[in-house]
């Protein structure tokens, strides 16, 4: 602001003159589009804040619906898509200036859009490169250990020469590419107007092409390249296209766009092909967060997240902080070049000038523990992976050693307010044992706590061991669902016999797979039952529970839910057995039978089996205050109307106080049923003709009403009135139902 000229800000403002540049920003990036609109025309400060590009392509960006097309301003193109007649369009070609107004943060912010990268290069950077390197090479100098650049991998693919913005956009022009997440909606973009975009664009952070469908949407891209020999090994392989997570994307950005700091999904690997243009790489080895960064766990639900500046923000505000040996590994991409990035290394990209790229991420021996570790329930181990010994937050490591965070009343999960615990760093301090991971040239990628080590045994240490994910919240931040996970494992575990000893390890990690297994082998010499053979060691399907088929066998492990839900699904599939050959139902020519039922529990370090029939309370049961109310001797406490009563105490309907499970969550009840032949019908679904088809359907019919003509089981009259009463639940007739 000129000297003698009058600050504008204080009028312009009134009482808002209190709040810093930043916070009104804030403010008005949750208006409307039509608000901030109407806002401008408050004062000439209000106007110049309303008028910020930054802040009209995050209103846009909100209130986006189908593929957008952006109008050589983010004001603009929001306009537009508010439908607005023409005039209303003219004032805002012709904007307004003011002086006596001076504001540091949108300055900065216009810097960044309008800076240049020419001399952002880092040609002298200390990643390493290399040619020609063999498998075992790579597995024994860099899996798992430090990044390294590799040269030669695409010569010989066709996308050197075809994948430039010019070729692209005559060969897939209309078609439409994922943009980088920037809201809650997803945006696409025609690759035309994404051209245009890039253009004509100046924005600080740009969009930037980041789709994990290119394959689906241009299969010919496919074609163009292909996996280098060094990442063939990929342990999701085995699953279906529509059943395993992202793993391959097609990147392009003008110079600006990037990707800020985080830790590839997973604790997978990754590696990424440059074709064309120029990448600017720094990285950090596994637990050392940027500096800038902050690293948000939640103690629920183990998700985390990373609130991170931009990419172009960190270089210019936060790296410039950075002492020499604080600084990170850095390395200028060049076209052609692959870079690979090993699990759990942070890393952060900043396109010097537009480029193409395509990138994938997989999971092979080196990091398959690491991936399996991440999918386990809890959430310490997810933030120590990521933010090292920070994340403890004042936990000595000590103290981890000897804690496995044991909760005596694990199964119950009434209360899920989220609660996070955040790690932000604003320093770091060298850690010796790292200095020659890149040769000696640089002590930038040194970890600042000298306990920390990214090793399998040192991360399990911190998993709490009495979480499993058949009964345990589930991480948002997972790359694929619990059930899809158990899937994969069970898949692996057929076909890849020879992988075995490793798989093993990694189910023990995600699922705590050596608890299960002793459970069974308790359950197998109780009953007389063969073990498991190697062929049945893990749980199979994709249920709730542990289930495991052992020779003629089906041994079903109830979990779900803690040990209330547990014994009260036992007891009603009990009862539901004893009904049908009560009445003598046609249903039970389709339903196996029933060998035996019992619960297991640990007591004093030993396994000890009660067989039980669902009548009457076990004494292992009632001493954990397990008793329904109005309990039947002669009858299945723990059937039908048992669990309809605790299903809506659960749901808040309380009836009467919780009944707790304390100190009972070492019992397991389970049930072993004669096993069906055959195969489901997600796998025949494909082959079945339309005659078969609809046989299946009438067969499917037919015992749907013999499930519906089911009695309900007795309940003495006034014991069922005062039920009914209680509950406010109407009930029609007395027939069963889908009540089980």
Not at 9 to 33: K, Y
Not at 381 to 392: F, I, N, P, T
Not at 400 to 406: I, Q
Not at 615 to 636: A, Q, R, W, Y
Request: negative net charge; glycine residues 6%; aromatic residues 12%.
């Amino acid at each position: 602001m000129e000297l003698g000229l009058k600050d504008r800000r204080p009028d312009g403002l009134g009482d808002l003159r209190v709040l810093p540049d930043e916070i009104i920003c804030a403010i008005l990036d949750n208006l409307t589009a039509r608000d901030v609109a109407r806002l401008a025309c408050v004062s000439s400060v209000m106007y110049i804040l309303s008028n910020e590009e930054p802040l009209w392509m995050s209103l846009c960006l909100k209130s986006i619906n189908g593929p957008l097309q952006y109008k050589g301003s983010w004001k603009n193109t929001a306009l537009h898509q508010e439908h607005l007649p023409n005039e209303y369009e003219e004032p805002c070609r012709k904007p307004l200036h003011f002086d006596g107004f001076n504001s540091l943060f949108l300055y900065r912010r216009l810097y960044r859009s309008y800076t240049s990268l020419v001399g952002f290069s880092f040609d002298n950077g200390n990643v390493e490169r290399s040619k020609d390197l063999s498998v075992e090479e790579f597995c024994h100098e860099y899996d798992g250990k430090k990044p390294v650049l590799l040269t030669g991998l695409a010569d010989s693919w066709p996308a050197r020469s075809t994948w430039t913005t010019d070729q692209l956009l005559l060969n897939y022009g209309d078609t439409a590419f994922r943009i980088s997440q920037r809201s809650s909606r997803k945006i696409i973009m025609k690759f035309k107007d994404y051209v245009s975009y890039m253009n004509l664009q100046h924005d600080e952070d740009p969009l930037y092409i980041f789709d994990d469908k290119f394959g689906e949407v241009a299969p010919d891209l496919l074609k163009d390249y292909s996996i280098p020999h060094l990442f063939q090994e990929d342990f999701f392989d085995v699953l279906d296209r529509d059943q395993r997570p992202p793993f391959r994307w097609l990147i392009i950005g003008p110079e600006r766009s990037g990707a800020s700091w985080h830790v590839d999904p997973a604790l997978t690997s990754a590696w990424n092909t440059l074709l064309c243009g120029r990448k600017r790489w720094a990285l950090y080895p596994p637990g050392r967060v940027p500096l800038g960064v902050t690293v948000h766990v939640s103690e629920e639900d183990g998700d985390v997240n990373v609130e991170t500046p931009s990419s172009l923000q960190w270089w210019l505000d936060f790296y410039p902080l950075l002492a020499d040996e604080d600084k990170p590994i850095e390395c200028t991409q060049l076209p052609g070049e692959t870079i690979f990035v090993p699990s759990g290394w942070w890393h952060c990209v900043l396109n010097l000038e537009t480029t193409v790229a395509v990138t994938q991420n997989f999971v092979n021996s080196k990091n398959f523990e690491f991936v399996c570790l991440d999918m386990a329930p809890g959430y310490r181990h997810k933030g120590v992976c990521r933010a090292g010994l920070l994340a403890l937050n004042g936990e000595s490591l000590e103290d981890a050693k000897k804690n496995t965070f044991y909760d005596e009343d694990c199964q119950n999960y009434s209360d899920l307010t989220r609660k996070a615990k955040r790690f932000r760093i604003s320093k770091s301090v060298e850690d010796p044992k790292y200095d020659n991971i890149t040769n000696g040239d640089s002590k930038s990628h040194n970890v600042w706590n000298q306990d920390f080590s990214y090793d399998i045994n040192f991360l399990a240490m911190f998993l709490d061991k009495n979480r499993d994910h058949f009964n345990s919240p589930w991480s948002s931040s997972n790359c694929i669902g619990q059930r899809e996970m158990r899937e994969w494992l069970c898949k692996l575990w057929v076909e890849k016999p020879g992988m075995r000893e490793l798989i093993w390890k990694g189910a023990c990690l995600a699922l705590n797979a050596g608890k299960w297994s002793e459970c069974m082998a308790e359950i197998c010499t109780f009953h007389n039952l063969p073990f498991p053979t190697d062929d049945e060691g893990l749980p199979v399907g994709t249920g709730s529970n542990p289930v495991y088929l052992i020779a003629d066998c089906v041994i079903k492990i109830y979990v779900e839910g803690g040990l209330e839900a547990s014994i009260h699904g036992l007891g009603t599939e009990l009862e539901f057995y004893s009904l049908l050959s009560k009445v003598n139902s046609p249903l039970k020519n389709h339903i196996p039978d029933i060998l035996a039922s019992g619960i297991l529990f640990l007591e004093n370090g030993s396994y000890t089996i009660v067989p039980w029939d669902g009548k009457g309370v076990p004494d292992v049961i009632s001493k954990c205050n397990l008793i329904p109310e109005d309990c039947m001797e002669d009858g299945f406490p723990f059937g039908l109307w048992s669990k309809k009563q605790f299903e809506y105490r659960n749901a808040g309907t309380s009836l009467n106080e919780s009944i707790s499970s304390a100190g009972c969550a070492r019992i397991w009840p389970y049930i072993i049923t004669k096993r069906c032949k055959g195969k489901i019908y997600a796998q025949l679904r494909d082959t079945l003709s339309w005659e078969d088809a609809l046989n299946l359907a009438s067969f499917l019919g037919e015992q749907m009403h013999n499930l519906h003509i089911l009695p309900c089981p007795s309940l003495n009259e006034s014991t069922f009135l005062d039920f009914k009463r209680k509950m406010d639940f109407p009930f029609a007739n007395g027939s069963c139902g889908s009540c089980y």
